[in-house]
């Protein structure tokens, strides 16, 4: 039943027995199904029970769309360590707490937590932000340690300038331990530390783990490399699919060639190859197709079009970036009209601050939209950071960073004086956040001695009630009603606008509310826990683009990744954008696979955009179209021809580049060949229509907006069918049947 819809290829990864298995395939072509399909075939296959697989996905969205697709599928299954890197790793941690030392709520440090704890650091060293910048320290603080670099060595290899930085490292780290927190990539480091050093917890995951599974394995860095390693059993019981072309993580130290060395390092490995793409339309899937065959270096894949017909890819080239976004939301609401809902729609773009044109354009339109920036804003708001910060010295008493924000917010008499003091005090380790306000207030005097002792007792009774499992939504009321927070800002005393601020606090609540529901099975954890990790690390993911109702999505191509959508538009094919300014050809190459992941996002349409001017960072700039479009064969393009003029660079002028290296094919031939399915039978995707016509009329169709309705006539075949309906509501409407969502009644 798993294996039957699935081609023969697929059918031979989902099912292979023992040992390392790497499916190494282009975009599209189901190698996330085949991670579902072989997930629940190897439950049957074995009889083993969820919790014995580990299947570890790219963001955690992807992660609840299989959690989502399993139980669909299986009603009584319930995998249990189904995450990202990340999330598996702060889960494993917390289970060997004791042992780390940790507080089984230990915090999980987010970014602006971490810029602020280094600001303070350095205020303490006397050192100013010009001299070291904050955000330059913590990217390579997170560059040693993806590496897999501690403070000791750090200090022992950088000389010069850098020593400085490691020396910073070092306290940096101290004060993590101090606060009994771990930032992201300690999650992963000092997991792997402890598997490395600790045999007895390394064999108990190993025994745990019947086998593990990796979607997105193209972006993984060494240091989750090394994870896998540590957790599999000799390396046999690991399933890995990817796809080079789409490794678009490099800044984050994942590495172009590492899945191509997956044969290497785990010996006797099996490779499937998957060649068909099941996603995209014919057109589309030339286009990409063909853009990707000219970078430099790549393993070379065969992508197969299923022969789905469609519109060619749409080249638009426009004024400026505002006639950029009135374009894109024209067409957008053309398609709505037409009958495609909102959120099938997708603008892409390469940098974030390209999103306001569309931001604007959108709202005026009317046109209904989410963006990831709007879920990161929200919890960058100083509301919602203040609120968290009670949760988590809450949760964790040694939390310093968060008992300093809140010392005296709102206020309660402990200005200045009383946070010098704190901060005396707060390198004693071991102590809790009662017992140092219990100190401090032994120093201070009068209504500041008085309000310590009360906040010392209110942070005790707090930390009570989360060990004995009071949910988010208790401790924050506990916290609200104890401080008169929403007082304090409904007044406008904290001197920022009231009412909004007064919303974002109730949207706080109301997830808290919502959260508690169903987390009552976690028994080894408190849901105040449960709670603050979800939060921080949906911060970290690139994924989280928050549940969609009807509404287009804004997103960057890093965070679209894995994800489809019908409709697609990419915006900004300019150079210095996608390619963006660069510093040396590798880079140029990621760019490529971007604009690769961008383009193969697309089901059923896809349209790029690019511009004459643009207002970017404060000037006007006049791009020039973006390279990679010279790559996109003209016979699967409609629109405007891209001009370039004489200095646009060429991607594949040999006598600048370095000769372009196409890895040999797979050194583990698959044992079918890759040909075989080139025929794949059409009616998988569009059913020819001569034969669907005479079954569409008369039928009582549902759309989503209008509702029921009869279909009175259908013309057209293919993606082009187009069925005149007759609506209750709204009379008759001529829809195409590819937009418009219909369900047969
Ligand atoms: P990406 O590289 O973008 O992550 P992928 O290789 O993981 O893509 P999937 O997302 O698994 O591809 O599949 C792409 C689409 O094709 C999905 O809608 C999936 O349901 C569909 N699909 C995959 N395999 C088949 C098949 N054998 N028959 C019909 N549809 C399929
Ligand atoms: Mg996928």
Redesign the pocket.
Known sequence: MILE???PA?QEAVSHEGGPLLVL??????????VIARLLYLLDRYGWSEDRLLVVTFTRKAARELLHRISRLRPSSRPSWVGTFHSVAARMLRQQAERLDLPREFTIVDGPDQLQMIRDLLGRQGVSDKEVDPKKLAGRIGKWKSAGVDPVEAIRTTFGPFRVQAELYAAYQDNLALQKALDFDDLLLTLVRCLEQDPEVRETYQRQFEHILV??YQDTNPLQERLLRLLSRDRQNVTV?G?DD?SIYRFRGAEVGHILSFPKEYPGARQVV?T????STRPIVTAASSMISSALARYRKDMVSTGRPGEPVFLKKLDSEWAEARFVARTIQEKVERGAMFRDQVVLFRMNVQAQPFIRAFAEAGIPFQTRGAVQGFFNRREIRDLLAYLRVSANPFDRISLGRILNVPPRGMGEKARERLDQQAGNPGLSSWELLERLSLELSGKARESARAFANDLEEASRMVRRGDGPFSLLQFWLSRTGYEQWVSEGESGEEGPGREENLKELLRMSERFGDGIGELTDRTPTGVFLEELALSQEDPGEAGESPDRVSLLTIHQA????FPHVYLAGAEEDILPMKSRDKVDVEEERRLFY?AM??A?DSLAITWCLTRQLFGRTESPRPSRFLRDIPPEAVQGDRPVFRPETPVSRQTSELPPRKVFPPPSLAPSRPATSLRSVPEK??SPPTEVLRPEWIGKTVVHPRFGRGRVEEAHGEGGDLELSIRFESSGVRRLLERFANLQVD
Do not use: F, H
Request: no cysteine.
């Open positions: 819809e699935l081609n697929q395939a282009p975009a599209g072509s189901g190698k996330t199904r085949v979607d997105e699919v796809d789409q998957l068909v793409n099941y996603r990744k894995g994800l489809e992941v193969t996002r089901r998988r995707t």
